[in-house]
């Protein structure tokens, strides 16, 4: 497995998936559900638009809620996922449109927030 | 959290007056991201992000791994925009444990510390590591990163040669004392500007107390002055004497 842990990886929403086919990216959104076998499941982001995740092994946990998602994206625009981190929120919801909102601005102003 | 203009705090030594303007500048704590640090160029002892003079920072991300020695601890730290930062924490040996728990991998966390670079690698050294318990911090942290390096741009492109730092609360708090739409002085508000100025003037060895606070500024009730106090406190201007009513300032004249 890849490690992608090394390199810039965009954060981006459902939107810019299809500019960074084949690039590691960082992708958080809500999750909608899964699939049966433990091998794909869907997010979806501050907009309400849906990605797929896809990995190489089976989940071997229950997951729910806010997702961070580390992977590539596939020609399909699906994400192949690397790892991933759920977002804590015992104390307080995440607000994924809020973070939507942000994400606008560092890919407006990408000389403030370089990747890479 | 914000960004302190705190001459003297964090054990700096006092140099001379202009010693002590110059090291202004560089005493903000300016939030970054990983990449911003591994672009900033040395000068001698000085780094610049874009030809901003940079020193205390502050990032946001996981721990993607954690190293304990009998002196420090190494963590890595990852913001996505680059590979993992080290940042080293320097354990006070004199504690009997518990002081400096290490924080587990997988942990998003804020950091604060100084940028160091030793054999051409960047590296920071924390004097503060926080697990966030608000995921909002995080996208938070993301726009004060870009209203921070924007505005300390802005401020290079100008023709002021002031040092100027800036709170949180400037986005969308901004035009509290400047002309029209600027940034205020300082980075504090007309308010805490006023508080902060009578109680730096104060000779008393204890410090200013509220109620003189309220008595010198009949066009402010007490609650708005509680607010100004704990705001520079919390930022570093004064700090509490005797009790918490009374208080000096950090700025020693």
């Known amino acids: 497995m890849e490690d992608v842990g090394e390199v810039p990886r965009p954060r981006i929403a459902t939107g810019h998936l299809a500019q960074h086919i084949g690039q590691p990216v960082c992708f958080v959104g809500r999750v909608e559900k899964i699939h049966p076998t433990g091998k794909l499941f869907v997010l979806s982001d501050g907009e309400g638009k849906h990605t797929t995740v896809e990995l190489s092994e089976p989940l071997d946990e229950e997951i729910s809620g806010v997702l961070e998602v580390v992977g590539r994206v596939t020609n399909q625009a699906t994400i192949m996922c690397m790892s991933y981190v759920q977002f804590r929120e015992d104390k307080s919801p995440f607000d994924l449109e809020l973070y939507n909102e942000a994400l606008k601005i560092i890919h407006e102003f990408p000389e403030y927030f370089p990747f890479g | ?253």
């Not at chain 2, 914000?2 to 090291?23: I, L, V």
């Open chain 2, 1 to 253: 959290g914000g960004y302190t203009q705190s001459p003297g705090g964090f054990g700096s030594p006092a140099g001379t007056q202009a010693e002590r303007k110059q090291r202004i500048r560089s005493q903000n704590i300016v939030p970054c991201t990983v990449s911003q640090l591994l672009a900033a160029e040395q000068v001698d002892e000085t780094f610049r992000i874009r030809d901003v003079e940079i020193s205390q920072v502050t990032i946001m991300g996981i721990i993607r791994h954690a190293e304990k020695a009998p002196t420090n601890i190494l963590y890595k730290v990852d913001d996505m925009t680059a590979a993992p930062m080290d940042v080293r924490q320097w354990v006070d040996t004199d504690e009997a444990g518990g002081e400096n728990v290490v924080v587990p991998p997988g942990t998003y966390v804020k950091v604060a510390g100084h940028l160091r670079s030793f054999q051409n690698k960047k590296s920071l050294v924390a004097f503060k590591i926080m697990p966030l318990e608000n995921m909002n911090e995080f996208t938070t942290h993301i726009l004060e990163i870009v209203n921070a390096h924007m505005i300390l741009r802005k401020n290079l492109m100008s023709a002021s040669r002031v040092p100027q730092s800036f709170s949180s609360a400037g986005i969308g708090d901004v035009g509290g004392y400047g002309g029209g739409g600027s940034l205020p002085v300082n980075g504090l508000t007309a308010h805490q500007s006023q508080v902060l100025n009578l109680i730096k003037n104060c000779p008393v060895p204890e410090g200013m107390s509220l109620q003189e606070l309220k008595l010198q500024l009949h066009n402010m009730s007490m609650s708005t002055i509680k607010q100004a106090v704990e705001f520079l406190s919390s930022e570093g201007h004064i700090y509490s004497t005797v009790d918490d009513d009374h208080y000096k300032s950090t700025d020693a004249e």
